[in-house]
């Protein structure tokens, strides 16, 4: 994944952004969108102030996890704890927080993982149940 210039970041997509402050270049450390206007925090649909430099698209949170320390040989991540688990487990439970919509309803992310994981019980309860005793 190359750094792009600021100028060619597109409007969609996850993007990982590179600042420089103080002339010391760095990572935002969390994805954001491109807006009319500005930036916004992709979780948070907040406007950030900052003035980006370069751009690449954000890693998938399992590349993010490989990639934490690295992710910008060129923009060390000022961000970035450096405890990669701990990343990735931020980035997972993001995940659970928002909501996903089924049917026109919206439910939080945690509630269909828990109702996929209770059909999966009844599932194996009942093939359980209708084994045929030898």
Known sequence: MDWKPISTAPYTGDLELAVIEKDDPHTVGFPCHRVVGGWIAAETNKWIKIRPTHWRVWPSPVKKLRHI???????PSRFALGEPLFEYGRIVMGW????????????????????????????YEFMQQAQIPH
């Open 96 to 123: 659970f927080s928002k909501k996903t919509s089924i049917a026109g309803i919206q439910l939080p992310n945690w509630m269909v993982v828990l109702g996929a994981i209770i059909v999966m019980l009844l599932i």
């Open 69 to 75: 320390q690295s992710s910008a040989s060129n923009f």
